[in-house]
């Protein structure tokens, strides 16, 4: 099993680990912490799309009179279906992009082990796949609701894009992903 530890040794490695979990907590943040807020910012942050996603729908299916005109482009409807799957395919696109660019579910700590690095390709190509979803979805969805999904997962990728670069972290003062 494990060798036997005097006392003396069991304490010296401790200290070593607490001295290196005090260097990485400097350099990197509480761990503890980040394992706390990361679930719960995503929670709220998904129930706010949400909450969103339901009223432009809510006001979509209301047939809003000023919403039937006030599209842009080959969308002027925007409570009916994109007539020319524009929108879908920029749903398809812009998720795609999210998939490879915007979001990060092998985190930035170096290589991950084999059964992990199994599971997160397996969800992102699940993801990929999800995405040509809105192809033959684009004929059921308002060209409201879908321009409410490409800008907001558009967003999503400058964002990520954004906060994982090295010059703009200096910038603005974060630490650097390296």
């Known amino acids: 099993m494990f060798p036997q530890t005097s006392q003396e040794e069991h304490q010296r490695l401790f200290q070593a680990f607490r001295n290196e979990y005090n260097v990485q907590t400097a350099k990197h943040g509480d761990p503890v912490k980040t394992a706390l807020v ?27 009179p000023s919403l039937t005109t006030g599209g842009a482009l080959w969308f002027s409807d925007l409570t009916s279906p994109d007539p020319y799957f524009g929108l879908p395919l920029m749903c398809t696109a812009v998720t795609l992009a999210m998939v490879e660019y915007g979001i990060n579910l092998a ?11 199994k599971m997160t390709n397996g969800l992102k190509n699940f993801m990929r796949v999800m995405a040509f979803m809105f192809i033959p979805a684009g004929g059921y969805v308002a060209a409201g609701t879908a321009v409410l999904w490409v800008s907001n997962t558009a967003f999503g990728v400058v964002q990520g894009l954004t906060l994982r670069n090295d010059r703009f972290r200096r910038r603005v003062g974060l630490p650097t992903m390296q």
């Open 38 to 64: 990361v679930p719960g910012v995503m929670i709220l942050n998904g129930a706010i799309f949400l909450s969103i996603f339901n009223g432009v729908s809510k006001l979509m299916a209301a047939k809003v």
């Open 107 to 117: 985190g930035d700590a170096g290589p991950m082990p084999e059964d992990r690095a």
